[in-house]
Nanobody, 117 residues
């Protein structure tokens, strides 16, 4: 069974940095997009960043210039480097991978990021 395994969440002070990683346990055929979403209490899940096979990236306006998404196609991993973190970045962060071959998306279990003094 395919699983996405996330790591790297935690507690950080405002202005600090964190790095999230996501790896596939098993294999997914034809991954075309990898991304990160987040959900804060009382809010809907929202896109943070996405990266396509050709390297195209898209970021939520709220994280542009502070977050960087990257991927390793050979290892099927996706990373999110977060800088200048703010309390509003506090949320559960979810890794997502989309297979264009199977027309299916896969999700991680989520990792908590808390930005607080």
């Amino acid at each position: 069974q395919v699983q996405l395994v996330e790591s790297g969440g935690g507690l950080v002070q405002p202005g600090g940095s964190l790095s999230l990683s996501c790896a596939v346990s098993g294999s997914i055929l034809g991954i075309s997009a990898m991304g990160w979403y987040r959900q804060a209490p009382g809010n809907q899940r929202e896109l943070v960043a996405v990266i396509l096979n050709d390297g195209f990236t898209r970021y939520a306006d709220s994280v542009k210039g502070r977050f960087t998404i990257s991927r390793d196609n050979a290892k099927n991993t996706v990373n999110l480097q977060m800088y200048s973190l703010k309390p509003d970045d506090t949320a559960v962060y979810y890794c997502m991978m989309f297979s264009s071959a199977l027309k299916t998306d896969y999700w991680g279990q989520g990792t908590q990021v808390t930005v607080s003094a």
